[in-house]
């Protein structure tokens, strides 16, 4: 029997109540509230609403002067309505949903669609025409690309569009970041990534381009869709594109819808909870800023209280990302044997623990040995997929174990899901049926039968998280179910960040092999007869209670130490 959960929060805010998934309106009239990130964001926030409402003599002064902003905010849109507009990319916008869900992508927004500069020669010419008049463009361009990644500069006027990798297309766009490397596009010392409103200087070391700043410095540089590349020292001229980061984590803007572009700013709707705003976005270079809104009388309690809910969630979200990040960067084994017999996945960290508790730098399975700290001395702890996410949110609390030097002990912080009572860790099914014991900590929702659409019915699956797109936001834990091989089997991962445009969940967390970001089709391409069961989503006041301050994890790297093996 299919189990949901009614949220509260909708019918206090006045909103109505509705017991789907949760609709997407996109850019147009809001759809049914549903459970919207806000709305079901938490449960216990009604006597915030509530408190909010007894306003004394400042908050009507306040309330006077957002009027007056708002009767400002009105003008300055009636003033761009009349300015020269960019054309926007109405080829983009609407294939967007999928493109994003197939292809790695930092969201971003364009005024016009990137063109690609005259041929300089007959092959380019040609190499152009094959992909454009081609049905199957992707095909192509793998047939193409053994030829094309040994000349950069022809690979570079054939695939990049004023320095861009872009494509419309959801089959060409993930083929591009599939296949393309940046030492096929370039073979200069030096050059320039640019990714949203990031610019990242990358030098060659021989082999590839590695990154000379930033968090990653010294790591690979890959490619994603919508980056911009060019050689260092060359001008590349102003951005077609703007980022929308600072929007959704600095504003608390859920949905951004653009109207109008123009030179001086766009005319733009976004949404706070379930309510559309009339706005003004400012810019600077390649980076979208909140302007101004033009906030009706009746939604001004329910817009300031649906942004505080959304930036207190972003807040502790953001706790969450530096944990995934972490797991990442150490690269925390998959809990599979290099030698099993038969079905062995889930037996090493058993193996693990036992020797971490005794002292032991190595253990032994199946003859094979393993290390119990990485060569930095980070404990090298093995994951199955629901370790991943028992172990992420532990994490972020403050729960893990030392690192070598240091007295061995697993440090217990604010969660330790063991004395929650979970009785199988190593269970993704119970994590949900754990999530739906308790309704005061997760918002938790089985996808009723006719919902569950495999991957292989791409345009089905993708337009089915499209118009759910509220139904699965940053921070939630989704578990698909179904055939991989010639068994069934269950996979989880984290829901990490969303298209501000589309709403659509681009970005998921797991470890599926190593701990990693990927898309939908990335994740789930593998075996693409599996389909979404359930979706567990932490309450804000769960979440909040449960997080730590970055500055309490356990996340940089120890000092390293010769501390030599002790036992085999």
Not at 535 to 545: F, Y
Request: hydrophobic share 40%.
């Amino acid at each position: 029997m299919t189990r949901l959960i009614v949220i509260a929060l909708p019918c206090v805010l006045g909103m109505g109540c509705d017991r789907t998934l949760g609709g997407s309106s996109g850019g147009g009239a809001p759809g049914p509230p549903g459970l919207s990130a806000v709305a079901s964001a938490s449960a216990g926030s009604a006597g915030e609403v509530r408190a909010s409402a007894r306003r004394d003599p400042l908050d009507r002064a306040l309330s006077a002067g957002e009027a007056a902003a708002s009767l400002a905010c009105a003008a300055r849109r009636a003033e761009l309505a009349r300015a020269a507009a960019f054309p926007g990319t109405s080829g983009l916008d609407a294939n967007r949903p999928a493109l994003l869900g197939r292809a790695k992508a930092e969201p971003v927004v364009f005024l016009r669609t990137p063109r690609q500069a005259p041929a300089t020669t007959p092959e380019v010419a040609h190499y152009r025409a094959l992909l454009a008049g081609a049905q199957a463009p992707a095909r192509v361009l793998l047939d193409l690309y053994s030829s094309l990644r040994r000349r950069p500069l022809v690979a570079r006027e054939v695939l990049l569009r004023e320095g861009y990798v872009y494509s419309e297309s959801p089959e060409f766009g993930v083929a591009l970041v599939d296949v393309l490397e940046l030492r096929h596009l370039f073979s200069e010392k030096e050059i320039v990534l640019e990714r949203g409103a990031q610019r990242h200087h990358l030098r060659w070391d021989g082999a590839d381009y590695r990154y000379l700043d930033g968090p990653e410095s010294g790591t690979k540089a890959s490619v994603f869709l919508f980056d911009r590349v060019w050689v260092a020292g060359q001008d590349p001229g102003p951005p077609l594109h703007r980022a929308l980061d600072a929007l959704v984590e600095e504003a608390g803007t859920e949905r951004i819808t653009i109207e109008r572009w123009t030179e001086h700013g766009a005319l733009a709707r976004v949404r706070y909870g379930t309510d559309w705003v009339e706005a003004v976005l400012d810019h600077d270079g390649a980076r979208l800023l909140p302007g101004c809104e033009e906030v009706r009388p009746e939604q001004a309690e329910r817009v300031a209280t649906a942004r505080s809910l959304a930036l207190r969630r972003r807040s502790v979200l953001r706790v969450q990302r530096e944990v995934i990040a972490a797991a990442i960067a150490e690269q925390l084994p998959f809990d599979e044997p290099k030698t099993e017999e038969g079905q062995q996945d889930g037996n090493l960290r058993p193996y693990w623990r036992w020797a971490y508790d005794h002292g032991w730098d190595q253990y032994r399975f199946n003859e094979d040995k393993y290390a119990v700290f990485d060569s930095l001395g980070r404990p090298r702890v093995p994951q199955v997929c629901i370790d991943f996410v028992f172990d992420t949110f532990e994490r972020a609390s403050g729960t893990w174990w030392k690192g070598r030097g240091t007295e061995r002990a697993r440090v217990v912080g604010r969660l330790d899901f063991t004395a929650l009572g979970v009785d199988n860790r190593r269970s993704v099914k119970r994590f949900v049926d754990f999530a739906w014991a308790h309704p005061e900590w997760f918002d938790a929702y089985d996808l009723l039968p006719e919902e569950r659409i495999p991957l292989h019915r791409r345009e089905e699956f993708f337009a089915y998280l499209a118009e759910h797109a509220d139904g699965f936001i940053p921070g939630d834990v989704v578990t698909i179910h179904g055939p991989r091989g010639d068994e069934a089997h269950y996979h989880s991962f984290f829901v990490v960040a969303a298209d501000p445009v589309s709403g659509m969940p681009i970005l998921l967390a797991a470890n599926a092999g190593r701990p990693r970001l990927r898309t939908w089709e990335q994740e789930m391409r593998n075996a693409p007869k599996r389909r979404i069961r359930s979706r567990v989503r932490p309450r804000l006041e769960w979440l909040e209670a449960n997080t730590a301050p970055v500055g309490e994890l356990t996340l940089a790297p120890p000092p390293r130490t010769d501390t030599a093996a002790t036992s085999g």
